[in-house]
C-alpha cells in the first residue's frame, strides 16, 4: 500500500482511485462495507481511502479526552490487510479546514487526487463549519467529473455500527460487543516500553505499552491474544493483559501491560498488537504483595479457559 500525504504532489499512476472518504477509526464493519462499494463502483481502479491526521475533532478540540481506537499507523496497518492499494492521509491543518465544500472537492479530490469515484457516508459532512452533505458532494462529482456514491448507515441488529458505539462497548468492559461491531477484535498497537519491571520480580514479566492518544477500554485484566509482529519473536500468544494506573504502586500513568503464557524471550522495542477477547476483572489495589500474585494465578487460569474455546 502506498500512503500519500500532499494531495498537491500526488503522482499521475496514483491518480483514479476509486475512493473511500472517512476518518476510518477502528476500521470497523461500516468502514469496510463502504470500501467494498468503492471497490464495486470502480473495479477497475485502485482502491483508495482518504482520510486525515491528525483526526478533525483532535484538531478542533485537542484538550478533549482521548477518544481514538486506533493510533495512525495501526488504522493504515489494518486497510493494507484488507486491500486497500493507496493511502490519501492529508494533514488537517488550518488550511484544509478552511476550505468550502466546493473548494474541497475541487482543489481535493478532483484537481488534487484526481479521484475517478468517491463513497462516502449517508451522514458525510465536509468543509468549512461541515457545510458540505453527501448529497452536495454527489452535485460537485457530477460538475467535476468524478462520481460519488452514498452508502447507507450500517447496523448490527438494533445498533448503528459507529465508533462511538464501539467506544460504549469497550468503556463498559464488553469487548464482545465491540468485536461484533468492528468484526474483529479491539487491538492496541504499539512498541514494548521499557517499564519498572515490577511484574518480572513476581514472576510474571509483562509487555508494556502506552495507550496514550487512545480511548481507554474500562480498567481492569483482560483475556487476550497478542501478535508480536516484529523481531525474533514474531507469532501469536495467548495472555492476560492489565489496562490502567496500577493504584497498589501509586499513582501511575495509564498504559497495558501484558502477561503472554508459556513465553521466554525480549520484547523490548518490538512491534506488538494486543486483543481484547474478556474482561475479567476490574483494577484493584490488593493488601498485599502475596494477595496479588493469588489473584494474578487466577486471572491465568481464567484467561487460558476462555482463550482456548474462543
Given at each position: 500500500?502506498?500512503?500519500?500525504?500532499?494531495?498537491?504532489?500526488?503522482?499521475?499512476?496514483?491518480?483514479?482511485?476509486?475512493?473511500?472518504?472517512?476518518?476510518?477509526?477502528?476500521?470497523?464493519?461500516?468502514?469496510?462495507?463502504?470500501?467494498?462499494?468503492?471497490?464495486?463502483?470502480?473495479?477497475?481502479?485502485?482502491?483508495?481511502?482518504?482520510?486525515?491526521?491528525?483526526?478533525?475533532?483532535?484538531?478542533?478540540?485537542?484538550?478533549?479526552?482521548?477518544?481514538?481506537?486506533?493510533?495512525?499507523?495501526?488504522?493504515?496497518?489494518?486497510?493494507?490487510?484488507?486491500?486497500?492499494?493507496?493511502?490519501?492521509?492529508?494533514?488537517?491543518?488550518?488550511?484544509?479546514?478552511?476550505?468550502?465544500?466546493?473548494?474541497?472537492?475541487?482543489?481535493?479530490?478532483?484537481?488534487?487526487?484526481?479521484?475517478?469515484?468517491?463513497?462516502?457516508?449517508?451522514?458525510?459532512?465536509?468543509?468549512?463549519?461541515?457545510?458540505?452533505?453527501?448529497?452536495?458532494?454527489?452535485?460537485?462529482?457530477?460538475?467535476?467529473?468524478?462520481?460519488v456514491t452514498i452508502a447507507?448507515?450500517?447496523?448490527a441488529g438494533d445498533r448503528?455500527?459507529?465508533?462511538?458505539?464501539?467506544?460504549?462497548?469497550?468503556?463498559?468492559?464488553?469487548?464482545?460487543?465491540?468485536?461484533?461491531?468492528?468484526?474483529?477484535?479491539?487491538?492496541?498497537?504499539?512498541?514494548?516500553?521499557?517499564?519498572?519491571?515490577?511484574?518480572?520480580?513476581?514472576?510474571?514479566?509483562?509487555?508494556?505499552?502506552?495507550?496514550?492518544?487512545?480511548?481507554?477500554?474500562?480498567?481492569?485484566?483482560?483475556?487476550?491474544?497478542?501478535?508480536?509482529?516484529?523481531?525474533?519473536?514474531?507469532?501469536?500468544?495467548?495472555?492476560?493483559?492489565?489496562?490502567?494506573?496500577?493504584?497498589?504502586?501509586?499513582?501511575?500513568?495509564?498504559?497495558?501491560?501484558?502477561?503472554?503464557?508459556?513465553?521466554?524471550?525480549?520484547?523490548?522495542?518490538?512491534?506488538?498488537?494486543?486483543?481484547?477477547?474478556?474482561?475479567?476483572?476490574?483494577?484493584?489495589?490488593?493488601?498485599?504483595?502475596?494477595?496479588?500474585?493469588?489473584?494474578?494465578?487466577?486471572?491465568?487460569?481464567?484467561?487460558?479457559?476462555?482463550?482456548?474455546?474462543?
Amino acid at each position: 500500500m502506498r500512503i500519500f500525504r500532499d494531495h498537491r504532489r500526488i503522482p499521475e499512476d496514483a491518480r483514479g482511485a476509486s475512493a473511500a472518504i472517512g476518518n476510518f477509526d477502528g476500521v470497523h464493519r461500516g468502514h469496510r462495507s463502504v470500501l467494498e462499494i468503492a471497490r464495486e463502483a470502480a473495479p477497475d481502479a485502485p482502491l483508495g481511502v482518504l482520510t486525515f491526521e491528525p483526526h478533525p475533532r483532535e484538531y478542533f478540540a485537542p484538550d478533549a479526552p482521548p477518544f481514538r481506537l486506533t493510533s495512525a499507523a495501526a488504522r493504515a496497518s489494518r486497510l493494507q490487510k484488507i486491500g486497500v492499494e493507496t493511502l490519501f492521509e492529508l494533514p488537517f491543518d488550518a488550511a484544509l479546514a478552511s476550505l468550502s465544500p466546493e473548494a474541497f472537492a475541487q482543489d481535493v479530490l478532483a484537481d488534487g487526487l484526481g479521484l475517478a469515484h468517491a463513497v462516502v457516508g449517508a451522514d458525510f459532512c465536509f468543509g468549512k463549519g461541515r457545510a458540505g452533505t453527501a448529497d452536495d458532494l454527489k452535485a460537485f462529482g457530477a460538475k467535476m467529473g468524478f462520481g460519488v456514491t452514498i452508502a447507507p448507515l450500517m447496523k448490527a441488529g438494533d445498533r448503528q455500527v459507529s465508533s462511538t458505539a464501539i467506544r460504549r462497548a469497550l468503556s463498559e468492559g464488553r469487548p464482545r460487543a465491540a468485536q461484533d461491531l468492528l468484526g474483529h477484535w479491539h487491538r492496541i498497537e504499539g512498541p514494548v516500553l521499557h517499564g519498572e519491571k515490577r511484574g518480572r520480580d513476581l514472576g510474571y514479566p509483562t509487555a508494556n505499552m502506552s495507550i496514550d492518544g487512545l480511548h481507554p477500554p474500562r480498567f481492569g485484566v483482560y483475556a487476550v491474544f497478542a501478535d508480536v509482529l516484529t523481531g525474533p519473536h514474531t507469532g501469536t500468544y495467548r495472555g492476560a493483559a492489565s489496562i490502567g494506573v496500577r493504584p497498589m504502586f501509586g499513582e501511575n500513568q495509564a498504559n497495558i501491560e501484558t502477561f503472554l503464557f508459556d513465553f521466554k524471550g525480549d520484547l523490548y522495542g518490538a512491534q506488538v498488537s494486543v486483543a481484547l477477547v474478556e474482561f475479567l476483572r476490574p483494577e484493584e489495589n490488593f493488601d498485599s504483595l502475596d494477595a496479588l500474585i493469588t489473584q494474578m494465578e487466577d486471572d491465568c487460569a481464567r484467561a487460558r479457559a476462555i482463550l482456548e474455546a474462543a
